[in-house]
């Protein structure tokens, strides 16, 4: 029944999309569309909650659609019903800001329809109980995807970003089809009750572990395969960017949990190194990625990288632990990665339709033409300064106790008895350290140079507040951050069925301990509480207040005017974007960036302005994507004189083609 009743809100979803079409260019078709898809992906969302918190057990679906020999099968298990509340609480956030924040966009007939049939598609992925029917909502996810993408068409950047998301799009679906081919084996068992009992074979299960990796990870925007991310997530208007960058990524990490702990059996040892090598890399090089960039949404976007890489740590040490029989430890490390899917899609969201609120009031992304954003949207600024710091991992807020709960599992590596994990585990440890503080600079050069000083440009200094819409969505994420952040054992004890079902083991229960205190091994090890953490920072903070005001001298002193350092009242005095990169960037950017530094001085007398120009580079693209690029230009330059042959060469060519291929067969042992 559960089940049944997501796939009819899916089915209404791809209903209202066909209807978006003839309503685009009417008056009412934002709210509309918008406001269905809200109610839409609550029921959703109701349903999945049920479906997890109720305990109950795994629910199938079979319909007479699909490969005519198979149907197509739907099952909501512990673990689909998560991501399921996962997808539709971002879903609903979305559609509630974009209620407000649609009645800005110029292109509505390019975005409406879209919108609710990316939504049903990321609901039936989740809910997909075999191969055709989870490869077909992939697909059907990221075509609408890139159509969102593509909204914007007339701007040069966006077509670029549309096509190289369109090119990794389809080679992650065709590594997927081939992990699948794989698990189906030669009686092709597609569903995925036929492929848990499959078996395959050690080589067989490697294989498709990086094939999931190539396919899920190009999705999620696992390093080298995250080109696509940082073009595509600016591009796409900023409630999409924040489905796509807090929730699509995260349908990704569900297919990379669906083949590798549910489908595949039981993982080797060495698995977990290569996904805790790839998630520390990209740990670290998202974050100095973001450190780079002025575009406040592709600064974002690379912080999904970061983030990912996160995520992908615990699942790596999950891994580890499951292969040497450490139930309690595996689980510990899942919670945790499980945990940061949740959070990450609560800030990312919440950052996303800041960034979203101030676009629409500035019509500025670059961080340099903004500031003193504050004064004229507080609301927003407050509830962006909550993201900054949930996603910094600051306490009391939820990114702290995700992140705080990995770092418990990695303690626990010593351990495991391989010797190449005692090595690795604490290297990505010193990776996730270092990007955790990286963090917390890029934000505070995000909200500082956004927000605070003085207006840098017209549009700035003309800002005003969004929409109320816009901003409940915004606050309903703020106070989410905050109450998993405070209360996390009613979070961790509610992922118990999820972590169970994939590893047979579970942490202990949460909310039975004193203070609503977090116990993740044993007390005497570690615990956290953060309820009295929040406690304790407003009782200091307020006693330090009133000490202040009450202590302080009232006598009036006269001195120089603190001019804060900038002795000229022009904004162009201030800190920029990259002014508070350079430190980082002179660090790491020659070996990871090749940046290189070129300053012009003309000599006394000489009346033209100095100048100062940066120039960095992805060594990724340059020695990965580029050369590939570039041979396939080559080649298709080379071959485009076989269109305008005459019908008489064509002809020839097939039938050269024929004997070639017949003489293969011929010849084939």
């Given amino acids: 029944m559960i089940a049944t009743i997501v796939l009819v809100c899916a089915l209404l979803l791809l209903l209202l999309a066909i209807a978006a079409v003839a309503l685009a260019r009417s008056a009412i078709a934002n709210a509309l569309v918008y406001g269905a898809t809200l109610v839409l992906a609550l029921v959703c969302l109701g349903a999945g909650a049920t479906q997890l918190f109720g305990g109950a057990a795994p629910v199938t679906v079979a319909l007479p659609l699909g490969l005519p020999w198979m149907g197509a099968h739907f099952r909501m298990d512990a673990l689909s019903a998560f991501f399921i509340v996962v997808v539709d609480l971002g879903v609903a956030a979305a559609s509630l800001f974009a209620v407000g924040y649609g009645r800005h966009e110029q292109a509505p007939a390019r975005v409406l329809p879209f919108y609710p049939a990316f939504v049903a598609a990321m609901n039936l992925v989740v809910l997909a109980g075999d191969a055709f029917t989870f490869l077909l909502s992939w697909e059907f996810m990221s075509l609408s995807s890139w159509a969102l993408v593509m909204a914007h068409h007339h701007v040069p950047e966006n077509v670029r970003a549309g096509q190289v998301y369109l090119v990794m799009a389809s080679f992650g679906t065709l590594a997927l089809l081939l992990a699948f081919g794989l698990l189906a084996g030669p009686d092709g068992g597609y569903t995925f009750a036929e492929i848990r009992n499959s078996h395959p074979s050690p080589a067989q299960a490697a294989l498709v572990l990086c094939l999931v990796l190539t396919g899920a990870g190009s999705k999620a925007g696992l390093l080298p395969l995250h080109v696509w991310l940082p073009l595509a997530h600016p591009a796409a208007p900023s409630h999409v960017s924040a489905l796509m960058s807090g929730v699509m990524t995260k349908v990704a990490v569900y297919g990379f949990l669906r083949n590798v702990f549910d489908l595949v059996g039981e993982p080797a040892w060495w698995w977990s190194m290569v996904v805790l090598a790839l998630a520390g890399v990209t740990c670290a090089m998202g974050v100095l990625y973001a450190l780079m960039q002025h575009d406040l949404k592709r600064l974002l976007a690379y912080h999904t990288v970061e983030n990912i890489g996160i995520i992908f ?83 009391p807020l939820n990114g702290f106790v995700s992140e705080w709960l990995t770092f418990q599992a990695i303690l626990i590596s010593p351990q495991l008895p391989s010797w190449g994990l005692k090595f690795l585990v604490p290297a990505v440890g010193a990776l996730l350290a270092l990007s955790a503080a990286l963090a917390a600079a890029c934000f505070v050069k995000a909200f500082g140079v956004t927000f605070l000083g003085r207006a840098r440009g017209a549009a700035a200094g003309a800002a005003h507040e969004t929409d109320w819409f816009s901003l409940t969505a915004m606050f309903s994420f703020a106070t989410l951050c905050l109450f998993a952040g405070i209360l996390p054992g009613l979070f961790i004890d509610a992922l118990a069925p999820v972590v169970q079902s994939l590893i047979g083991d579970r942490m202990p229960v949460q909310t039975g301990v004193a203070w609503l205190s977090i116990v993740p091994i044993a007390e005497g090890r570690s615990s956290y509480d953060g309820l009295l953490v929040f406690l304790f920072m407003i009782i200091s903070g307020a006693i330090a207040a009133i000490a202040i005001h009450r202590l302080a001298s009232d006598k009036l002193r006269r001195g120089p005017a603190w001019d804060c350092g900038y002795p000229d009242a022009s904004p162009l005095t201030q800190y920029t974007a990259g002014s508070f990169a350079q430190p980082i960037r002179r660090v790491f950017g020659t070996v990871v960036f090749r940046a290189r530094e070129t300053v012009e001085m003309p000599p006394p007398g000489d009346p033209r302005p100095a100048r100062f120009r940066v120039a960095l580079h992805d060594p990724i693209w340059d020695a990965l994507y580029a050369p590939v690029t570039d041979a396939i230009t080559a080649t298709a330059e080379r071959l485009n004189h076989l269109q305008f042959l005459t019908i008489r060469q064509f002809l020839s060519l097939v039938f050269a083609a024929l004997v070639i291929l017949l003489l293969v067969l011929a010849l084939w042992p």
Wanted: charged letters at 10%; hydrophobic letters at 55%.
């Fill in 313 to 395: 740590i615990g699942l790596g040490l999950a891994l580890a632990f499951k292969s040497y029989g450490m139930g309690w430890a595996a689980a510990l490390a899942l919670t945790a990665g499980l945990l940061h899917v949740f959070n990450h899609s609560l800030f990312k969201s919440l950052l996303f339709f800041g960034a979203g609120a101030v676009l629409s009031a500035t019509n500025e992304r670059d961080m340099e033409h903004l500031g003193g954003l504050i004064h004229r949207m507080p609301q927003t600024a407050f509830a962006f300064l909550v993201g900054c710091a949930a996603i910094s991992a600051l306490p």
